[in-house]
Every structure is written in structure tokens, then in C-alpha cells.
């Protein structure tokens, strides 16, 4: 079989879903770039602390390295008690609220 019947072959069972996956990252634009945000962040606090890694992260998070792994590649939807126990065990802040009065 030559490489060019490969490809045909490869290409055709595999059908590509490349515009719904462009239409959701769009669709969820605001907070994937938050997400981002807070991975950077968390990257960031691990790589300043020698004695930190995703592993020790995730023990003292409760969670398995594999969710770590998933929150630091900045594309998990992130819920206020998972910002809370990052802040926590990292020992930084990440998000803060400001209520202006009218």
C-alpha cells in the first residue's frame, strides 16, 4: 500500500469534527481564557516552590494527578471550590471579587 493510499484510507474513517470543536472553544471563549489564566497561575506557584509538583498539588488537593494535569492545561471549567482548595494549597490567590457600590 503507498503512503498516499495510507492517508485516503486514514482520512476517510476518521471523520473530522474540527468545526464543532472550533464552534465550542468559541462558544466557551470567556472562561477558557480564565482557565488559562489560572493554569499559568498554578504553574507558575509550582515551578516557584521546590518543594511543589503536580503530584504533592494533587495529594494535598485531594484529587488524582491526571485531574491536575487536565486543570494546568487550562481547558477545565473550574468550579469555586476547586479555585478555593488551588488557593489553599498553593497558597496564593487566583480569583478575587470586587464589589463596586452604586
Known sequence: MTTL?????ISESAPSNWREQAQWRKDHRDWLR?????????????????????????????????????????????????ICKLESALGITLVEVQVSQA
Not at 493510499?5 to 484510507?9: G, I, M, N, P, S
Open 5 to 9: 493510499e495510507k492517508l485516503k484510507q
Open 34 to 82: 480564565k482557565s488559562g489564566r489560572i493554569a499559568i497561575a498554578v504553574l507558575a506557584a509550582i515551578d516557584s516552590d521546590p518543594d511543589m509538583s503536580q503530584t504533592v498539588l494533587a495529594e494535598k488537593m485531594g484529587v488524582t494527578k491526571q485531574y491536575i494535569s487536565k486543570l494546568v492545561k487550562g481547558q477545565e471549567n473550574l468550579s469555586l471550590q476547586t
